[in-house]
């Protein structure tokens, strides 16, 4: 008569605490914080060991980009809420989706491409801007956002700062440097210096996209009326550069054109 079989030994019991703590010290912050739910959510599917790890890692890195690019929208100065999703491409013709989902996947940051948006007033151009910055900062790369005003108030701020710290300020070496609303006022003689210094410091070394209601034979008169700065300017500009216009209606006009329609 064979012995009776003696009894399965109790699973070890686990020492959350422990486990917390060690994840923290790794800089697993994520994991640390919901491994009490992933033990029982793979006790519950009897996931194998390599299932388990596999989900805890899988769910840092998602948080972790999750974060990273909640971080880096807030520290671009992009405005929230406008993104290529919410873009009317049925109001707008002129503007091609397959083009507009090109520039999505961010081949022209890669080769460090400028882009200029032209077209007059209310077409969607800022629109368009801010959400290929929102784009560039899901597939990583650093950018920030400046309405031309703003910008130039910096670079004056900036002007008599030593080049080695010039260099350092976000908008001398962010991946995408997005300049909203140039031509509304021209320029004077300085600040043409400045954009100059600017637009050359970044040549080849990432990329620029303006938003202008203006065409490019327009520049001179908008920098200082200097035609060869102008010159020098677009030749770095649009020496590897994409060029987009927008023609059609306004969307602001159309808007008040619907509220006035629904008050009649």
């Not at 994840?23 to 491994?35: K, N």
């Not at 999505?104 to 910055?133: F, N």
């Not at 784009?135 to 920030?144: D, K």
Request: aromatic share 6%; proline share 5%.
């Amino acid at each position: 008569m064979s012995a009776p079989a003696s009894p399965a030994a109790p699973p070890p019991k686990v020492d959350l605490d422990a486990i917390r703590e060690q994840l923290t010290r790794l800089g697993l912050v994520r994991a640390a914080e919901t491994i009490g739910e992933q033990l029982a959510q793979a006790a519950k599917d009897r996931l194998s060991l390599h299932r388990f790890l596999e989900a805890v890692l899988t769910a840092e890195v998602s948080w972790r980009e999750e974060r990273r690019i909640k971080t880096s929208l807030r520290l671009s100065g992009l405005p929230t809420g406008q993104t290529l999703q919410s873009f009317d491409f049925g109001f707008q013709p002129s503007v091609e989706r397959s083009r507009i989902e090109l520039l999505g996947t961010c081949g022209w940051l890669r080769e460090k491409e400028s882009l200029l948006i032209q077209g007059p007033p209310g077409v969607g151009k800022t629109h368009l801007a801010i959400a290929l910055g929102v784009r560039a900062i899901e597939n990583g790369f650093s950018v920030a956002f400046h309405r031309l005003d703003d910008l130039l108030a910096a670079m004056k701020r900036d002007a008599g700062a030593p080049p080695a710290r010039l260099r350092r300020r976000k908008y001398m070496n962010v991946a995408l440097l997005l300049i909203d609303e140039m031509g509304f006022e021209p320029m004077d003689r300085g600040e043409a210096s400045l954009f100059f210094r600017l637009v050359s410091h970044r040549y080849q070394r990432g990329s620029t996209l303006i938003t202008t209601n203006k065409g490019i034979r327009d520049w001179p008169e908008l920098l200082a009326g200097d035609e060869i700065l102008a010159t020098a300017i677009l030749d770095r500009l649009l020496h590897k550069s994409q060029v987009l216009n927008i023609t059609g209606r306004s969307y602001r006009l159309r808007d008040l054109e619907r509220a006035a329609t629904a008050s009649a």
